[in-house]
Nanobody, 121 residues
Framework: QIHLVESGGGLVQAGGSLRLSCTASGGTIYAMGWFRQASGPEREFVASISFYDTNIFYGDSVKGRFTISKSNTLNTVVLQMNSLKPEDTAVYYC????????????????WGQGTQVDVSS
């Protein structure tokens, strides 16, 4: 079981930026990324990145504003979030999976504990 530890998050005004980081341990990493969950039960795909090639995927709502990057040597993934909007407010979960793609929650093998992002208007 992959263990994921997130850092970052917090409160920011609309238009501002935040950076989330996640480090994995406990196994081989094939792909990592992020989901988010606002007030409802569904978890929304945010971004994913392959650790073996250049494939990167973004959810439609964050394209052009968020950037995902990685460090293979550190087993770390970073989500740079710019031009934040109030609708980006959510708990952000770091995840890992066996393949990269535009995931649904059922694709995911491991979840982090989540970190809160609040964007004020």
């Amino acid at each position: 079981q992959i263990h994921l530890v997130e850092s970052g998050g917090g409160l920011v005004q609309a238009g501002g930026s935040l950076r989330l980081s996640c480090t994995a341990s406990g196994g081989t990493i094939y792909a990592m990324g992020w989901f988010r969950q606002a007030s409802g039960p569904e978890r929304e795909f945010v971004a994913s990145i392959s650790f073996y090639d250049t494939n990167i995927f973004y959810g439609d709502s964050v394209k052009g504003r968020f950037t995902i990057s990685k460090s293979n040597t550190l087993n770390t993934v970073v989500l740079q979030m710019n031009s934040l909007k109030p609708e980006d407010t959510a708990v952000y979960y770091c995840v890992s999976a066996d393949v990269v793609g535009m995931w649904v929650a059922e694709n995911i093998d491991s979840w982090g504990q989540g970190t809160q992002v609040d964007v004020s208007s």
